[in-house]
């Protein structure tokens, strides 16, 4: 992925989209058995998440953990003073990043993602984006739970950011929807793992008709020996 | 009762009884003075040094509503008060405690008096190798209100204290009660602290242990009246050879009662807790919920939590949990904060704040909150130049999961 594109990735449940996205921002439980994973030549896998973060990537969880007590304030001051850009107004700027998404200022307060229904979740992981301002961006279906309205102003704020500061965005998604907003650049199905089908944005019109059928079929026997493992194209 | 405790470590013959000619009233010690100005504007203010009361002062508002704060021998002159709610000494500490009290100090609020600001009662001990016997008794008449800050601290003496602490919740009166454990890093404490509810009365009692090498404290509230209710907290937490040690008790002996517990601990360093808790509902207290839960945090391979919860039900109308664990930082939530970006012990350091904040922020004395909150903080900071410096080894791994939880219901 280059800065400033954006890759959609879709594929039939339990395909391994979500997998994907944890594996490369380094959730425990997972063992990367082969292939390689880097951010402007730096190798990932040999970092902790934390600095993984701190080297540009983010990540938007399909299902944001609730942290009582927490604030999102204090999270985010902590998160820029790792990489030396504490001491700012991050009030101000969750401010902000909330009105562009239309985020009700109310919830700002409340302890990370307790208490908000899932879309306010989503639009709480964009906010994040937004003040974090990182060089790559996995969204793991930020559209799920929100509003036709929530999903375009979620969407218009990535895309700014993909203009604006050349955000590179691997956006997984099980909808159309997403992507008249966040135009891809790359469409890529997966299936069982691996990537099966790479396009434009025809793919995903095409997919809307035809669903992930024929992707099933090509798909072949499971694959030997090594597993599947997980890579970037450099 | 003192099963994992350290009692076989402690030697009376180190310590004596504070014996003071006449204590003289020096005004505010300086250990105190900032606990005062935190707390701003209080109804009444006592101050007690190595267990002798040695300033009082009431409010003109509080003393014409007939609200009384001072000492024991001078308010109930007979005597006839003390060890009305604790009752005869349990054991030897109390044997002591009764025989060398030097004085008790009373709080006292009529019948209808609702008390504005918090009554303050600040100890403060400095003598090295001293017992001191300190002794709070707060009576809340018929459908009163009032919040009571008790705050124990000390420089770094070697000292031992006895505290007892009768709690008396008339009928309908709100009684809330909040004592910060704040003791030099040598000083041990074996304190008791029982409270009696009146019928329809609300009566909350919440503990922060913080300070001393050890620090246990018997709690107990009996819910004596139909309708009454009683909230139990505690936040506690140990470093390096610290120990808490809480032993609570909810005795419901009425119908139609209230208990909810909630204690959350957590232990760094090699620091040590121990929370047993019983839960006794009486054969004739139907129709009762009672509630207990003690969670705990390990952060680090050294430090050792115990957890042990009881119930013993002998009528069947009732609605009654228990839920206890023990375990490291929750790893979802400590994955979600380092995949934004925050380093492993800053995580840590939020969310353990964020842990004890469910407790701290239902405190009856918001007043005194921001310190207590900022002396764990400082705590988590320790930890984090010692896990810099390679001391002290987190516990990333190896959760112990759920002690146990349980729930029982019965009845309509």
Request: contains cysteine; proline residues 5%; charged residues 25%.
């Amino acid at each position: 992925m280059r800065s400033g594109e954006v890759h959609a990735v879709m594929g039939p449940n339990g395909s391994g989209k979500s997998t994907l996205a944890h594996v490369v921002m380094g959730r425990p439980g997972y063992h990367v058995v082969a292939g390689a994973i880097t951010l402007d030549g730096a190798d990932l896998l040999a970092m902790a998440p934390w600095q993984r973060a701190a080297a540009g990537l983010f990540s938007a969880m399909q299902y944001p953990t609730e942290v009582p007590g927490v604030a999102l304030a204090d999270m985010l001051e902590e998160a820029l003073v790792a990489v030396g850009r504490g001491g700012g107004d991050v009030a101000a700027r969750m401010r902000t990043e909330a009105e562009r998404i239309g985020f009700d200022e109310r919830f700002l307060a409340r302890p990370l993602n307790v208490d908000l229904s899932g879309g306010e979740k989503k639009r709480n992981e964009t906010l994040q984006l937004g003040v974090l301002q990182p060089s790559i961006a996995i969204l793991d279906e930020v559209d799920s739970g929100l509003d036709i309205d929530a999903l375009r102003l979620v969407a218009r704020r990535v895309e700014a950011e993909t203009e604006e500061r050349g955000l590179g965005v691997l956006a997984i998604t099980h909808y159309r929807r997403l992507l008249t907003e966040l135009r891809p650049d790359q469409v890529h199905v997966l299936s069982k793992g691996r990537i099966v089908a790479s396009g434009g944005s025809e793919l995903a019109d095409q997919l809307e008709t035809t669903g992930y059928a024929g992707y099933a079929e090509t798909d072949g026997a499971e694959p030997e020996g090594e597993g599947p493992g997980v890579a970037t194209a450099p | 009762m003192w099963r994992y405790s350290r009692i076989p470590e402690l030697d009376l013959a180190d310590y004596l009884p504070f014996v003071d000619e006449l204590p003289t009233d020096d005004g505010v010690p300086a250990g105190l003075a900032p606990v005062v100005a935190r707390l701003g504007r209080c109804s009444a203010t006592v101050m007690v040094v190595n267990g002798q009361v040695v300033h009082v002062e009431v409010d003109e508002t509080a003393t014409a509503a007939g609200v009384q704060v001072g000492r024991l021998t001078e308010l109930d002159p007979e005597g006839s008060m003390l060890a009305s709610v604790t009752g005869e000494a349990t054991n030897a500490f109390g044997l002591l405690h009764d025989a060398f009290l030097a004085e008790a100090v009373l709080v006292r609020v009529p019948r209808g008096v609702v008390v504005a600001d918090p009554v303050a009662v600040l100890h403060w001990t400095d003598a090295d190798h001293s017992a001191t016997f300190p002794h709070l008794m707060v009576e809340a008449g018929e459908n009163s209100e009032v919040a009571v800050y008790d705050h124990g601290a000390s420089p770094d003496v070697d000292a031992l204290v006895f505290p007892v602490v009768e709690l008396h919740a008339g009928p309908a009166a709100r009684l809330r009660y909040v004592n910060a454990q704040m003791l030099g890093p040598r000083v041990w404490q074996l304190g008791r602290q029982v409270s009696r509810v009146e019928r329809d009365a609300a009566f909350s009692t919440a503990m922060v242990a913080l300070g001393a090498d050890y620090g246990r404290l018997e709690v107990e509230s009996v819910l004596a009246g139909k309708g009454s209710s009683g909230e139990m907290l505690a936040v506690y937490f140990g470093e390096q050879d610290q120990m808490h040690d809480f032993r609570s008790l909810q005795d419901h002996v009425a119908p139609r009662t209230t208990s909810n517990l909630l204690f959350k601990g957590a232990v760094q360093g090699r620091s040590r807790s121990v929370y047993t808790g019983m839960i006794h509902i009486a054969k004739a207290a139907a129709g009762v919920d009672a509630f207990q839960t003690n969670r705990n945090i390990k952060l680090s391979q050294g430090a050792w939590a115990e957890s042990v919860p009881n119930l013993e039900i002998e009528n069947n109308d009732v609605r009654c949990s228990h839920a206890s664990a023990v375990g490291p930082v929750d790893e979802d939530q400590r994955y979600y904060l380092e995949s934004r970006g925050v380093p492993p012990a800053a995580a840590e350091r939020l969310i353990v704040l964020g842990f004890f904040e469910e407790v701290l922020d239902r405190l009856a004395v918001p007043a005194a909150v921001p310190a207590l909150r900022a002396e764990i903080a400082a705590k988590l900071a320790r930890r984090e130049l010692d896990l810099e410096a390679g001391v002290d080894a987190g516990v990333n791994a190896g959760v112990e999961g759920d002690v146990g939880a349980e729930e029982v219901g019965a009845g309509a």
